[in-house]
């Protein structure tokens, strides 16, 4: 596609419920982060996957947390028993290389919102 | 670790004025990477501006330039001739230049601009 792109733009759920949060890349792109925004903050780093991947997921608060790029290109952000601080706006971003020199670009992101 | 600072939370200006957004960071590293992001209502981040380190000039792009301060560790964002479309969020970030494992980016906490017609 001509940009990233996320799905669902939104997300309402149930404390400890399951959820699943889709990013589709920019074509071709080998790199692809993941951040969350909570309300009045900026971004904060999650995973960064380097194809298929993991390279790097010191981002992640908790083991309720899990993302997955089986074939290098879309990506799942999966969250277990989801708590009511979970509620953020996910962001999802990809980069051609993910070189040093690399501009990241961003996807429209999910809220979600668990109750 | 690194750390970004944003201490406006809000900013207002006039359409066709000059507006300038401040940032500061904290780093022990010589060589790295700071940017600016736009977010509007759409959520969607929008690269405005990137400026190397090791660079002395400051970074251009049309009506967006920026005050590069290296000793200082100062980083602000000027906009020329402001626009209604430039009302939106704006996010100082910095980036390793020898990012190791990782390129991730680290966001300060915000300025949200607004502009007056």
């Given at each position: 596609?001509?940009?990233?792109?996320?799905?669902?733009?939104?997300?309402?759920?149930?404390?400890?419920?399951?959820?699943?949060l889709r990013c589709?890349?920019?074509?071709?792109?080998?790199?692809?982060?993941?951040?969350?925004?909570?309300?009045?903050?900026?971004?904060?780093?999650?995973?960064?996957?380097?194809?298929?991947?993991?390279?790097?997921?010191?981002?992640?608060?908790?083991?309720?947390?899990?993302?997955?790029?089986?074939?290098?290109?879309?990506?799942?952000?999966?969250?277990?028993?989801?708590?009511?601080?979970?509620?953020?706006?996910?962001?999802?971003?990809?980069?051609?290389?993910?070189?040093?020199?690399?501009?990241?670009?961003?996807?429209?992101?999910?809220?979600?919102?668990?109750? | 670790?690194?750390?970004?600072?944003?201490?406006?939370?809000?900013?207002?200006?006039?359409?066709?004025?000059?507006?300038?957004?401040?940032?500061?960071?904290?780093?022990?590293?010589?060589?790295?990477?700071?940017?600016?992001?736009?977010?509007?209502?759409?959520?969607?981040?929008?690269?405005?501006?990137?400026?190397?380190?090791?660079?002395?000039?400051?970074?251009?792009?049309?009506?967006?330039?920026?005050?590069?301060?290296?000793?200082?560790?100062?980083?602000?964002?000027?906009?020329?001739?402001?626009?209604?479309?430039?009302?939106?969020?704006?996010?100082?970030?910095?980036?390793?230049?020898?990012?190791?494992?990782?390129n991730k980016l680290?966001?300060?906490?915000?300025?949200?601009?607004?502009?007056?017609?």
């Amino acid at each position: 596609g001509a940009g990233v792109s996320q799905t669902p733009s939104n997300k309402v759920t149930e404390k400890g419920k399951y959820v699943e949060l889709r990013c589709d890349p920019i074509s071709g792109h080998t790199a692809l982060y993941w951040y969350r925004q909570s309300l009045g903050q900026g971004p904060e780093f999650l995973i960064y996957f380097q194809g298929t991947g993991a390279a790097d997921d010191s981002g992640l608060p908790n083991d309720r947390f899990f993302a997955v790029r089986p074939e290098g290109s879309v990506s799942t952000l999966k969250i277990q028993r989801t708590e009511r601080g979970d509620s953020a706006v996910y962001l999802c971003a990809s980069s051609p290389t993910g070189s040093n020199t690399d501009t990241q670009y961003f996807g429209p992101g999910t809220r979600l919102t668990v109750l | 670790a690194q750390t970004v600072t944003q201490s406006q939370p809000e900013m207002s200006v006039q359409e066709a004025e000059t507006v300038t957004l401040s940032c500061t960071y904290d780093t022990s590293e010589s060589d790295y990477y700071l940017f600016w992001y736009k977010q509007p209502p759409s959520r969607q981040m929008i690269l405005v501006i990137r400026q190397e380190a090791y660079k002395q000039q400051n970074a251009t792009e049309n009506r967006f330039s920026v005050n590069f301060q290296k000793a200082a560790k100062s980083f602000s964002l000027k906009i020329s001739d402001s626009q209604l479309g430039d009302a939106a969020m704006y996010f100082c970030a910095y980036r390793r230049y020898y990012g190791g494992a990782t390129n991730k980016l680290i966001f300060g906490t915000g300025t949200l601009l607004a502009v007056q017609p």
